[in-house]
């Protein structure tokens, strides 16, 4: 289905990197979970590893613009966030699902996804086609009338990512978004993620190494609020041998990144730019 593209979309890039942050401090309530992150990423598709507690949720919400800064900088963009950027305009280029997302059980699929365009401030020419598109790319075209409280839980966690989609962002944030999915549907969700991944930077997070591994052509893995490292998931893959634990070499290295890490910062402080790795570093 064509569309119109405006000006805007066709205008060329005036940034270097569509996310960056330098030293950035952000807080979950009184704890500090972000602290003192270095991180660059642009267009491709970027997973997001670490233990429960290191930081990825609060950090994807930051870069969601829902929680700010809590010192250190953040650009999405080319704006600075929390500093005089223009935030506002920021957001109408972002998709986010977070781990949880809130709905109306009585809204039907289409009538969620263009309340979710309209509060994106779509133009209103723009909703009804954006939203067809974005229901059909995550299967859920034959449900499209269903009211939300009728579908399951996968078929929500659907709902979600395409609400993220509807407005196709050049920032999209998707916090476990495979929770819920069955294999195939798992696999659908890695292509749609590589077509969107050719326009725009797109950062999963997750537990599941083998779908970064599959999906993914950048890797972060965070710990205590800290870059740890960065790579592509061939390098992920090299650096786990066959004493580390895990089912696969993508896992081995996992686990042999974070321990490396523990044992670095075992036996002395480490600062905000100090970073463990085997690879890239701020990998574009």
Known sequence: MARTVSSEETAPTRYAWSVQTAGLMVKAGRHLAVNGLDLRMDVGVHGLLGPNGAGKTTLMRALATVVPPSGGELVLLGQRIGSGG?????????????QSFGYYPRFTVREFVEYMAWMKEMPAHEIPGAVQRSIERVGLA????SKLKTLSGGMLRRVGIAQAVVNDPKVLLLDEPTVGLDPEQRVGFRELMRELGTDACVLVSTHLV???ATACTDVVLVNEGRLVWQGNPQELAAAGGGGDAGDSPSERGYTALLRGHRDATAHGPQTSGDTWSIGRRGAR
């Not at 034959?142 to 009338?145: I, L, S, T």
């Open 86 to 98: 223009d935030t506002r305009t920021v957001r109408r280029s972002l998709g986010y699902l977070p």
């Open 142 to 145: 034959d449900r499209a009338d």
């Open 210 to 212: 083998e779908d970064v």
